[in-house]
């Protein structure tokens, strides 16, 4: 019998996140991951049944407690074979110049420096067994801009320039890509777009085209800045 294809995934119990975990849940998928709320965990354990692998809370922005994390999904759930960063932060729009500098320091942690955490985590497992897909979640302001949001275009920029540089640095059978997953109706958008947002997909009608697009990726994806179909 051939053994459940493993995905690890930050920012696991809300949004995008927790429609993608339960999708690749109901597709046979093992499904590893971190929140920062443990209710929601447990909640996501209850919907994932004999599909839920490693559900631990953290703080993506704590390199130990990332590290730490990853030593227990390579022990109790494998290598995965994609890891998803997902997790994310939006401030609530504003002109770049009226950020507080913490709000700006938070947004660079959590986007940029909690995405490498991940990366520097899990990617030694991959090279070790030879193959695996890191996904890095970018955007639509990662690859253009708007006002109001020059923090979170930094950090999505960001995002789409170390993965392309990254992949440079892979050796065969190992792939790492940003991908862009479209305009989804979340608590985020909202931050951005208020009841706006509410004429967008909403994260399950998302999860059905992201799911299979993310399911077939390979190594062939290494480099390419990648958008949810």
């Known amino acids: 019998m051939t053994a459940a294809r493993h995905l690890c995934l930050t920012g696991c119990t809300r949004g995008l996140g927790r429609a993608l975990a339960e999708w690749m849940g109901r597709a046979g998928w093992t499904v590893s991951g971190c929140g920062r709320n443990a209710g929601d965990l447990r909640t996501l354990r209850g919907a994932l049944g004999a599909r ?51 709000d700006f320091r938070r947004i660079l942690a959590v986007n940029v420096e909690g995405t490498v955490h991940l990366l520097r985590a899990f990617t030694p497992a ?61 608590d985020m958008l909202r931050t951005a777009f208020g009841e706006a947002a509410a004429g967008h997909p909403e994260p399950s009608a998302w999860a059905e085209r992201a799911g299979p697009f993310l399911a077939g990726l390979n190594a062939s994806c290494n480099g390419r800045a990648l958008t949810v179909p």
């Open 52 to 102: 839920a692998g490693t559900l631990r809370p953290l703080d993506i922005t704590d390199a130990e407690a990332v590290h730490t994390f990853a030593e227990e999904v390579l022990a109790e759930s494998g290598t995965p074979d994609l890891v998803v960063n997902n997790a994310g932060l939006l401030l609530p729009p504003g002109p770049l110049w009226e950020v507080p500098a913490e």
């Open 126 to 186: 991959l090279i070790a067994r030879g193959s695996g897909v890191i996904v890095n979640l970018s955007s639509g302001w990662g690859r253009s801009t708007s006002p109001g949001v020059a923090s979170y275009c930094a950090t999505k920029w960001a995002i789409e320039g170390l993965s392309a540089a990254m992949a440079a640095e892979l050796p065969p059978g190992v792939a790492v890509a940003a991908l862009n997953p479209g305009v989804i109706d979340t």
